[in-house]
Nanobody, 122 residues
Framework: QVQLVESGGGLVQPGGSLRLSCVAS????????MAWYRQAPGTQRELVAA???????MYADSVKGRFAILRDGAKTTAYLQMNNLKPEDTAVYYC????????????????WGQGTQVTVSS
């Protein structure tokens, strides 16, 4: 069973930066795609960024140019570098691993982390 643990969330001012981490463990064979989602109160969970086993990335238009998804050398950890944060980025951020990434579209697996809160406010 795959386990995902997110960390790095917190309270930041607009224009600030945060770096989220997602550590994967358990029975995950081979290098798998990973992704970050977010969900604000009263909204549907949305895809923020995804990275394939080959390192190909995709981003939501709302974060492109500000966020970057990265992986460590062992590809067991995914990072979300968040720069120039805006109040509308406020949400719970979730990690997903083992989904399908085809033609710039990510289909999530059933493996989710517990989420980490990101609050952007002055």
């Amino acid at each position: 069973q795959v386990q995902l643990v997110e960390s790095g969330g917190g309270l930041v001012q607009p224009g600030g930066s945060l770096r989220l981490s997602c550590v994967a463990s358990g029975r995950l064979f081979g290098s798998q795609p990973m992704a970050w989602y977010r969900q604000a109160p009263g909204t549907q969970r949305e895809l923020v960024a995804a990275i394939s086993s080959a390192g190909i990335t995709m981003y939501a238009d709302s974060v492109k140019g500000r966020f970057a998804i990265l992986r460590d050398g062992a590809k067991t950890t995914a990072y979300l570098q968040m720069n120039n944060l805006k109040p509308e980025d406020t949400a719970v951020y979730y990690c997903n691993a083992g989904g399908l990434l085809r033609s710039g579209r990510y289909s999530p697996s059933s493996y989710w982390g517990q989420g980490t809160q990101v609050t952007v406010s002055s």
